[in-house]
């Protein structure tokens, strides 16, 4: 191991994972007797309220878990992928722009063919704002949640032994198996859900940061369950905006999956793969670089050398200014 990545925590990144593991289960026991205690008293389990704590609740723990590992292994949260400070900065932003496409473009091609039905409103004028607010909240933080759960520590970690696309393709086949137990999800809405785990992998790549594929996650599931008002992974939830109907065959609608399960889903997402290779390039380090990934390789001479030619100078023709860009481990 490198030494300026050696703790005090010296376990094969394997260990480390399980450790991890093993806090998030009784962390996660924890959460379960609370939700418990909650229903015990307000009885409401499709209360927007309950989806909100519940989902606040288990970002805390994959979190909370994080922060525990380290303290033990002496290095910020933030190399985890999910930098506290500036979270909800330009990337989270253009990630909001992209989940807003995805889903906007994929209703688009469902439309097209005769698939989609916007419906009447569903929602009386005042209660719009009110639903719009509390599925934004929710849907943030089911991106936080489930993007650092899936590609977070455990990504990090697991990179350290196997290398970055085999743990991402594992925690990609492990998120789409996860999504199985929904209900009215099917074989290719879980293939989708796999896709996009690793499109989200490849922007965590190319920026170092999660924060632009939470925001692409909350953003799409925002619009698919509330402004589009169609089932989100087999799920239709209530407040959505308007009475929308999916009808023809299942390629085209994905039937009770929802568009997750539309052939057209596949093609959106390679496209926007085919962006996000375009407009996040791999040989430039971004703001919120992320110092510590174990899965990029370190600067060289020959590199070091490329990169500075792709630097301008400042007046005085000093380029140190630029030295932590050059030196960033992960170009």
Partial sequence: MDGSLKTSFDLHPVWRLAVYVALVWILWTLKNILLEWYLAIFSRSD???????????????????????????HQPAGVYGLPMEGAFGRRFWQGCILGFCEISALIGLIAAFHGYS??????????????ALEWGAIFLVVGLFEEFAYRGYSLHTLARSVGFWPAASLLALYFGFEHSYNSGESLVGEAGIVAIALLFALTL?????????????????????????VPDSGTVFPGHLSNATLHGPVWLTGGATGPEGSVFSFVVMALLAIAVHYFFPANLAPPTAILAWPFQKPATAENADQLSEKIPQNPSGDASAHSSVQNDPRQ
């Fill in 47 to 73: 209360s927007p309220l309950f989806l909100l704590l519940e989902e606040v609740l288990a970002f805390s723990v994959v979190y909370g878990a994080a922060l525990i590992l380290a303290r033990i292994e």
């Fill in 118 to 131: 916007l419906g009447t409103l569903a929602l009386h004028p005042l209660e719009i704002l009110r639903w």
């Fill in 205 to 229: 790549r190319r920026t170092g940061t999660l924060c632009l594929a939470v925001g692409w996650h909350a953003a799409f599931d925002f619009g698919e369950t509330f402004l589009y008002s």
